[in-house]
């Protein structure tokens, strides 16, 4: 059988979970940087510059991953705009039945009042207390029945501009909650946690390997330059499985795990990196 000496298979890293492994990169990139800048280097060695500009991109890419995402607010939800509907109606009902209560003589848009009242609130306002959806239309069946009868101008007459702009307003935003006006959004695709996590891991080796690698007693300052840079790495100390292979207990107990995105698939519990990488759980 074929012996194969990658970085993949040589290198064992410390048990990590996602969140400790975006901290041991930034850790081992923070400390190439300060090594650079310390022995006033214009850049790295070329491998190892390669392979910490993969390190950096892996590690990007998992804190991309695994960082929360805010939900665009483009519509109010549904019982919010429900009870905005509702409201907005309650409050034109209550203004337009005091213009109605008023005698004749005290209004002189008395039977414009009366008939915008009958138009709209025949039955009063039961139909606010219907399912969505068909609240929706017959809050649209009326004011199309208010436009088509020119009843703005009542509106406008009785000085109740406000309350027929509130409708028109808490209308517009229940039909786009409800996505009758609007389509409903796609759901963002989910982000491949696990993906980058492995990849994250792999670049750690890679990394490991060529800063490894560099060291040669006969270049002056190569081995000191490769222990410095893996530093981080040789000190870190791993948490203790606990009983059943969890994560709790020892060192960075209650360091929280980086989040799977809505939908992602539940990463497995941290492993102890073995001399087989390839044998991490599937």
């Known amino acids: ?164 702009a509130n409708i028109q307003d808490a209308h517009d935003a229940y039909g786009r909650a409800l996505h009758i006006t609007v389509p409903k959004p796609e759901g963002a695709p989910a982000a491949d946690v696990r993906g980058a996590f492995l990849a994250l891991l792999a670049a750690l080796r890679d990394y490991a390997t060529r800063v490894a690698a560099y060291a040669d007693p006969d270049e002056p300052g190569s081995e000191a330059l490769s222990a410095a840079l893996l530093e981080p790495l040789a000190t870190w100390e791993s948490r203790p499985a606990a009983a059943g292979g969890g994560s709790e207990g020892g060192e960075g107990e209650g360091l929280p795990e980086a989040p799977a995105a809505p939908g992602a698939e539940a990463l497995p519990a941290p492993v102890e990196e073995v001399e087989q990488p390839a044998a991490y759980p599937a």
């Open 1 to 164: 059988m074929a012996r194969s000496f990658t970085s993949q298979d040589l290198i064992a890293l410390p048990r990590l979970s996602v969140a400790e492994a975006v901290v041991l990169a930034t850790q081992l990139l923070t400390t190439a940087e300060a090594r650079q800048k310390e022995l006033r280097l214009k850049e790295l060695p070329a491998t190892i510059a390669r392979s910490k500009g993969r390190l950096t991109a892996a590690r990007d890419a998992l804190e991309s991953a695994t960082r929360p995402q805010g939900a665009a607010a483009s519509a109010p939800s549904k019982p919010k705009a429900d009870r905005a509907i509702d409201n907005a109606w309650s409050a034109a009902y209550d203004w337009l039945s005091g213009w109605c209560r008023l005698p004749p003589e005290r209004n002189p848009h008395h039977e414009e009042a009366l008939s915008l009242h009958n138009l709209v609130f025949k039955d009063g306002l039961g139909f606010i207390k219907l399912p969505y959806r068909v609240e929706w239309k017959e809050s649209k069946d009326r004011l199309d029945a208010i436009a088509a009868a020119r009843h703005d101008k009542t509106f406008k007459k009785l000085g109740g501009e406000a309350f027929l």
